[in-house]
C-alpha cells in the first residue's frame, strides 16, 4: 500500500513555472513507476510524464516535451514535476501516481493516486 500526497500547485502567469511535489508514504516507494497525470475541466484525465523505479527512464507525453521534467528522491520517498514555459492550456489538476507495472512513452497504469493539486496558469 501507497499514500500519495501532492503539493505546490497555485496560480501562475503564462511562461512561469511551478515545482510540483509527491510525498509517498508506505512500503518498497523505489519499485513503483511513478508518474504525473492532469485532468482540466470536462476533460478526461491525461498522462503527463512517468519515471521508472530507478530513475533512468522518463516518458513524456507531446504536451510536456520540452517544458516538464519528472524527477524521483528513492530516499525521500518524493517525485517531483517541474513545469516550466506554462500555458493556459495547462491548468488542470495534477495527480500523482504509483504503478506496480512500469511506465512507458504511451502511459502508465496506476495502482495509486494522491487527491490532487490545482494548477492554474493565467494568460
Known amino acids: 500500500q501507497v499514500q500519495l500526497v501532492e503539493s505546490g500547485g497555485g496560480l501562475v502567469q503564462a511562461g512561469g513555472s511551478l515545482r510540483l511535489s509527491c510525498a509517498a508514504s508506505g512500503r518498497a516507494f523505489s519499485t513503483y513507476a511513478l508518474g504525473w497525470f492532469r485532468q482540466a475541466p470536462g476533460k478526461e484525465r491525461e498522462f503527463v510524464a512517468g519515471i521508472s523505479w530507478s530513475g533512468d527512464s522518463q516518458y513524456y507525453a507531446d504536451s510536456a516535451k520540452g517544458r516538464f521534467t519528472i524527477s524521483r528522491d528513492n530516499a525521500k520517498k518524493t517525485v517531483y514535476l517541474q513545469m516550466n514555459s506554462l500555458k493556459p492550456e495547462d491548468t488542470a489538476v495534477y495527480y500523482c501516481?504509483?504503478?506496480?507495472?512500469?511506465?512507458?512513452?504511451?502511459?502508465?497504469?496506476?495502482?495509486?493516486w494522491g487527491q490532487g493539486t490545482v494548477v492554474t496558469v493565467s494568460s
Open positions: 501516481a504509483a504503478a506496480l507495472t512500469r511506465a512507458t512513452a504511451q502511459g502508465m497504469a496506476p495502482n495509486y
